[in-house]
């Protein structure tokens, strides 16, 4: 299992379309994606789990990961935050 | 066309001014659709009616998942602006949301819950939840949620629904779905009027799309009308009339028989051949994916079905879920069933699925690029049971009609492939001797490796038909759906003109014929240009057919391959709208 903690940094938060693109890449991945704000946890590969989160810009998260790819998927999900979602930061 | 001006009302007339939204005039009876009111089934199912809700449930996914890329079809002939685009994606993300979907399974499997209200409860959790946020951008999207879920529920409930509308009915209702709109197309409604206007501009391309009457925005609409009172849609004007008086009436009759003129004109142009003004004949066919476009296939006079996708009827073989199964092939049947008899004597080309990985349920893992990943052919004949079982299910519904069938296969990179997916075909249609040398089988010309290999693979297929959308996508490396490239983006690029005249070169070489089904071919200066450049067939939108025939009607063979010749010598797009403007001022 891997853990990161992540800051929301796009202008908008975690919105309809960047959690369009998160939810897709994470379910690119085998492993068990869960993210963890203030106690509460959703499964990252939910949109609606996602947007329930409501995490705004400066929103602090944990990521956890687990399975066989999680590293290889935690550096995707990182990098997303880090482009602030945008497509065709990769 | 709202100028603001009060219209004249007549003894007894109530007038109430709307937007215009898809042209058209109509009167009759009111049918009152108030899909707020959705009314939930109450009963607790059996046990041994868990398989059967489960399955209602993934096809109420698959049609709302197939309405959704139809609007974003649409739209793209349209212009789809950005923030729609993301709606759009978020919405279908919901659909394959793990958590949600598991969760109305459960409802179902331990609560016995049917199906409709187990889809309610499921959403219910995550409504509520952002119903609780206090940041208004996130409780923005709620509108969107519930618009699936009630897509959802109605799609379950849709049987029942579809028996109480009548045919003659005029819908007047607070707001629309798009998929509701497909749903009265297919009843065929002779008008709809909405209260609301906000959020219904998929709406609208769909109506204009079906040629439905549409009337948006029309301000107490529903605390005016009652169920069978007689409502006037004006959807050229943008407004309704309530209870017409008889001055009325006749009044609108004659406005009436005036679009029919318009629409029959449009119709008589459909009823000429298709030629080019020095008399060279070319055959003009219609797309379809949606069982309600199969009305406009004869209306139009399309001579044939150029390209019937059949994706929405995807089913994989590996599969032994046969309730969900069962319901799918059923469906599959009626649809080729239904477009092989609309076909007549002409001819039916059927593509085989051409769906990418994700729809495989043992294939979790999306791909980072599923344009250039699996799919299509690649799928097919990685799963030759699945392809064989399509093949099957085609040569037993459309095999005792008399229309002449046409089998292509999408996304051939090779010969190879070709050669594969013609052995299939042949294996399969052995078992078909009333059959025996009558199936044309095809391929699809969408990917440019097969555009510059096209005089290696003429010879082992009976018929090319390119694919204008994915060839230019290919070609210039610009998802169009991307803001930032799609610029790049254009049908009309002097390489991809290349490619389509070198493959009707290579398709002539070896006497077989080359259609183009992508969108190109419904533009009218676009399919002539086509047809100079060598193209056979066209394969269109039915609604496009008449324009297109008008404009090739009105210029030569000679005009139109000079000015095809000089886009695929251009080099700049610039130079290509240059071109398109000499030969338009001409």
């Keep these: ?90 | 066309m709202d100028n603001g001006q009060p219209l004249p009302e007549k003894l007894h007339d109530t007038v109430l001014r709307g937007t215009a939204s898809a042209p058209g005039i109509a009167y009759g009876p009111a049918f009152i659709y108030n899909p707020a009111d959705l009314i939930l089934s109450d009963d607790v199912i059996k046990q041994t009616d868990i398989r059967e809700e489960q399955a209602r449930v993934d096809s109420a996914i698959r049609v709302v998942e197939l309405e959704i890329r139809k609007i974003e079809q649409l739209s793209k002939e349209t212009d789809l602006d950005d923030l729609s685009a993301a709606i759009l994606e978020f919405q279908r993300s919901i659909l394959k949301d793990p958590d949600l979907i598991g969760s109305i399974n459960q409802n179902i499997r331990s609560e016995f819950m049917p199906a409709d209200r187990a889809v309610y409860q499921a959403f219910r959790y995550y409504i509520d939840r952002l119903k609780a946020i206090p940041n208004a951008y996130f409780r923005e999207r709620i509108p969107d949620i519930r618009d699936i879920r009630d897509r959802m529920i109605r799609s379950i409930q849709r049987k029942q629904l579809l028996i109480k509308i009548d045919d003659e009915s005029i819908v007047v209702c607070r707001d629309l779905s798009p998929g509701d709109i497909i749903l009265f197309a297919r009843k065929k409604v002779k008008a709809i009027v909405s209260e609301q206007g906000g959020l219904t501009s998929h709406a609208s391309i769909i109506a204009n799309s079906m040629g439905i009457p549409f009337v948006i925005g029309v301000d107490g609409l529903l605390g005016n009308v009652e169920a069978d009172d007689i409502v006037v849609v004006h959807g050229t004007d943008g407004y309704v009339v309530l209870n017409p008086s008889q001055e009325r009436i006749s009044e609108i009759n004659l406005q009436i028989e005036a679009e029919k003129i318009v629409e029959s004109a449009r119709q008589q142009i459909a009823e000429e051949p298709a030629k080019t003004a020095c008399g060279r004949e070319f055959i003009i066919q219609a797309n379809v994916e949606l069982e309600s476009e199969l009305d406009r296939v004869q209306l139009y006079r399309a001579e044939g079905i150029g390209l019937l996708r059949t994706e929405a009827y995807f089913l994989d073989s590996d599969e032994h879920e046969s309730s969900s199964n069962g319901h799918a092939e059923r469906d599959q049947r009626t649809f080729l069933e239904r477009a092989a008899s609309v076909c007549g004597e002409h001819n039916l080309t059927v593509r085989l699925y051409d769906v990418g990985g994700d729809k495989l349920p043992n294939y979790a893992k999306e791909e980072a690029n599923p344009f250039l990943g699996w799919r299509g052919i690649r799928i097919l004949l990685d799963k030759p049971a699945l392809m064989k079982s399509q093949l099957e299910l085609i040569f037993s519904s459309v095999g005792t009609h008399s229309c002449k069938l046409s089998v292509m296969v999408p996304m051939i990179t090779d010969a190879n492939e070709v050669k594969q997916s013609r052995k299939i075909f042949e294996e399969v249609l052995a078992d078909y001797p009333n059959l025996a040398g009558k199936v044309k089988f095809g391929i699809m010309i969408e990917v440019p490796s097969a555009a510059l290999l096209a005089d290696k693979l003429a010879p082992l297929v009976d018929f090319f038909s390119i694919g204008t959308n994915d060839l230019t996508q290919y070609t210039l490396a610009a998802d169009r759906t991307n803001r930032h490239v799609q610029k790049l983006y254009n049908q009309m690029h002097p390489s991809v003109w290349r490619l389509i005249s070198q493959t009707c070169d290579a398709a002539h070489q070896f006497n077989i014929p080359v259609s183009v089904c992508g969108e190109l071919a419904g533009k009218p200066v676009a399919a002539a240009l086509l047809i100079g450049l060598g193209v056979d067939r066209l394969s269109m939108s039915a609604s496009a057919i008449p324009a297109v025939k008008e404009f090739l009607n009105k210029h030569t063979f000679e005009a139109l391959s000079q000015a095809a010749f000089k886009i695929s010598e251009a080099t700049t797009l610039e130079e290509v709208d240059s071109v398109l403007s000499t030969f338009l001022g001409t």
């Design chain 1, 1 to 90: 299992m891997v853990k990161n903690k992540v800051t929301v940094t796009n202008p908008e938060g975690i919105h309809a379309r960047p959690a369009s693109i998160l939810v897709k890449v994470a379910a690119g991945f085998k492993s068990d994606f869960f993210i963890h704000s203030h106690g509460y946890q959703i499964n990252g590969k939910s949109i609606l789990g996602v947007l329930t989160l409501a995490a705004e810009c400066g929103a602090e998260l944990e990521l956890e990961l687990s399975g066989e790819d999680e590293v290889e998927a935690m550096e995707a999900i990182m990098t997303l935050f880090k482009n602030n979602f945008s497509q065709n930061g990769s």
